[in-house]
């Protein structure tokens, strides 16, 4: 475990004085608790590889969008913030941090590959292997590795390359020895004995760990394969004189859209010009050379404290294709997935939804309940019209095909993708393009906003009515992740509903604003406003001695307006349960402000995407909402994002009784937030039992019919 007790002599990672904590540095104390639970010996060995490759997946982004953005010039932050960092001191300290964890990584990954080793998976040095080994692993580098290789040269009549962010590479100083008929030429230009730098890029289709022959489980680097064979590349080459580096480029694309004439060509242009970013970082092996990591420093024109040493793996992402591997014995045991009561019979969706709402639980009820509504809507004859927000779809989307089948049964279909999606706008455009050529009425967003909200509706022919049946959700309509991230899923008939789903449609399609909204909570029209009353009403309620409480379960809370009414309804007595998965800029337990706020995150096997807000409302009549609307600025000013009311009894009491009380109740995964800005675990008392909420989800237990039944 990551020891949370404060060192002598070590400088606070948050100034606990501040009344906001900085988002940066919480967003990194996120990834913490990443890295923790790679560090848990009880966790299977390649468990805690995946907490390793999702920890340093995470931290290239952070590099990619938050630092990058932290390092451009119109971002210069000279005084300190509410959060009490200037601009400098927030990038020195992201340095001091990502240091700090960098080394919690590498002695982690020293710790897990023996575990690994001696359950039968090897990652061996050339130089550990037998004749035979070497003979077999030589062939392949000749065979499938050499002929796509190209060293690139520094030298006079060579300038320094360009350098691909994320791609590994080797670096290494050479002497060549110049031909005859082209020793004069060379020599004239260069001075006796020098050293030119050469790059040799590892293309990404290379797999990172090479199969060592036809042994099962045992595995070579290719950075270590191709470095023992650098004498075929360039002669007289040492093996030992190759170091592997790697860069990080900004990603944040620059886009302005209100001077964009075609939003889809501007963003396909950017996408192009993404690949060209501004480098953010530099990591080298630790045991590069001072003079080349300085050489690539003048050479990238970049900052000494650009420079990350690594010890162990570079480019952790590649860790996935050990977890990848086919040894169900060393993960942990698949979901176990069950689908409602209701959704047992075969019985049409149409008719299930009819007698109530319904409540979907992803990933403990299978996905395929959203997906076959989507098939049924497209091959039933009554349906006349399906619209949908896909913000971030998949590369292998069985939904995009069902709703080009809808189309082409002559149904109307309005697909809103979201092409600003980051790191996803390649895939949706290309869907985009794919939906439009099958007659698909294609929306691109709107300009200004991103359209984040996970909304269905579905225009069904009954006798002589239409009726609309709506899907609303916390999460993406991407089977994929739906395995891998909790969500909750709303499938209502509900008439006000379905006329606010409408109108929202028209609003992302003609401009359209809503005059009315019945039931829907709508950003940026109305959400903001309405949590900010949601909030006071429990703050006035704490302060005439009625009961108040406020529970919200979110991915992320960083708007300072929210934060700063949480804190006056903290001061007026209100009881406040915060479960935020990652960002937190609130600061609990200060004496005066926000003593009745607890915040506690749940990081385990499953990530929590779910959205779920409480407010007890007098106790009489509790406000439940669910949707896709976190308490950050981008939520509730620049997307487009929906909230909707629980209504159904039922599935209130469930939302109450089970699923937020479980998060309040979890001692294993959970951890809570102090006033330093760091998060410890839960402590167990003695003869309690331990309570990991994402486990007990998966129990068989369904005592509560989500839908009252006639």
């Known amino acids: 475990m990551i020891d949370d007790s404060p060192k002598a002599g070590s400088r606070p990672i948050i100034d606990s004085t501040a009344p906001f904590i900085n988002r940066d540095i919480s967003l990194l104390e996120f990834f913490r608790r990443v890295l923790d639970e790679a560090l848990d010996r009880s966790q299977l060995p390649l468990e805690r590889l995946k907490f390793l490759a999702i920890f340093a997946s995470n931290i290239d982004e952070f590099f990619m969008i938050r630092v990058s953005a932290l390092k451009e010039k119109h971002g210069l932050r000279d005084e300190a913030a509410p959060d009490g960092y200037t601009r400098p001191d927030l990038l020195a300290e992201i340095r001091h941090t990502v240091e700090q964890l960098t080394v919690v990584y590498d002695a982690c990954l020293g710790d897990v590959l023996p575990e690994l080793d001696r359950n039968g998976i090897t990652i061996k040095a050339y130089s550990e292997l037998s004749p035979e080994e070497k003979s077999a692993c030589d062939k392949y580098f000749c065979d499938k590795i050499y002929p796509i290789l190209t060293p690139q040269a520094v030298d006079p009549t060579h300038p320094f390359p360009y350098i691909s962010g994320g791609s590994l590479n080797l670096g290494l100083f050479i002497r060549p020895q110049f031909g005859r008929r082209v020793a004069r030429y060379m020599t004239s230009m260069t001075k006796a004995g020098d050293e030119f730098f050469v790059r040799i890029k590892i293309p990404p289709f290379v797999p990172r760990f090479i199969a060592i022959g036809s042994k099962t489980g045992s595995f070579i680097k290719a ?18 004189s190759c170091h592997t580096f790697r860069i990080t480029r900004d990603a944040d694309l620059d886009l302005r859209e209100l001077e964009a004439a075609d939003l889809l060509e501007v963003m396909e242009e950017n996408l192009k010009l993404r690949r060209f970013g501004d480098i953010v970082r530099l990591e080298a092996a630790r045991s590069m050379p001072d003079e080349m990591a300085d050489y690539l420093v003048s050479s990238m024109d970049i900052e000494p404290d650009d420079v990350y040493r690594v010890g162990g793996l570079m480019n952790g992402v590649d860790l996935w294709e050990l977890v ?131 909304t269905t509706l579905i225009v069904r022919r009954e006798g002589e009515d239409l009726r609309s049946y709506v899907h609303l959700a916390t999460g993406n309509y991407n089977p994929a992740t739906s395995t891998v991230y909790t969500d909750l899923g709303l499938l209502t008939c509900d008439p006000d509903i379905g006329s606010d789903v409408t109108e929202i449609f028209n609003y992302l399609t003609v401009y359209t604003q809503p005059q009315h909204l019945r039931k829907l909570l709508v950003a940026p ?20 001695g009625r009961p108040a409480r406020i529970i919200a379960k979110v991915n992320r809370i960083a708007d300072s307006k929210i934060v700063n009414a949480l804190y006056e309804a903290s001061k007026a007595g209100v009881k406040i349960d915060l479960i935020v998965r990652g960002i937190c800029t609130l600061r609990p337990g200060v004496q005066g402000l926000s003593e009745n706020i607890r915040v506690r995150s749940i990081v385990g096997r499953l990530l929590e995407h779910s959205r779920v807000y409480y407010f007890e409302n007098n106790g009489a009549d509790p406000q439940l909402l669910l949707g896709s609307s976190d308490w950050m600025p981008r939520n509730l000013d620049r997307r487009i994002e929906v909230l909707a009311p629980v209504e159904d009894e039922s599935i209130r ?37 331990p309570f990991d909420s994402q486990l007990e989800f998966q129990k068989p237990r369904r005592t509560l019919d989500f839908a009252p039944r006639t």
């Open 525 to 544: 029209l109305t959400l903001r406003e309405r949590m900010m009353e949601l909030i006071k009403r429990e703050t006035d309620n704490a302060a005439d």
């Open 223 to 240: 950075e270590d394969l191709i470095a023992a064979n650098i004498g075929r590349l360039i002669p007289d080459a040492d093996p030992t």
């Open 653 to 689: 009491r469930f939302l109450i009784d089970e699923y937020l009380r479980s998060y309040l109740k979890d001692n294993v995964k959970a951890r809570e937030l102090g006033l330093d800005g760091r998060y410890r675990r839960i402590a167990v008392t003695d003869g309690e039992r």
């Open 324 to 454: 990848g591997l086919n040894r169900p014995d060393l993960k942990d045991p698949p979901i176990n997935v069950e689908r409602p009561p209701e959704f047992r019979s075969g019985e049409s969706a149409f008719e299930i939804i009819k007698r109530g709402d319904v409540l979907l639980h992803h990933p403990y009820m299978p996905y395929t309940i959203v997906t076959d509504l989507i098939r049924e809507a497209a091959e039933d004859p009554e349906v006349m019209a399906i619209k949908i927000c896909l913000y971030r779809i998949g590369v292998d989307s069985p939904i995009a095909p069902l709703l080009i089948e809808a189309s082409e049964r002559g149904k109307q279909v309005t697909v809103v993708i979201e092409i600003k999606a980051r790191f996803d706008e390649a895939n949706n455009i290309e869907w985009g393009k794919k939906l439009e050529r099958a007659g698909v009425h294609v929306v691109y967003g709107l300009l200004g906003l991103k359209t984040h909200a996970k």
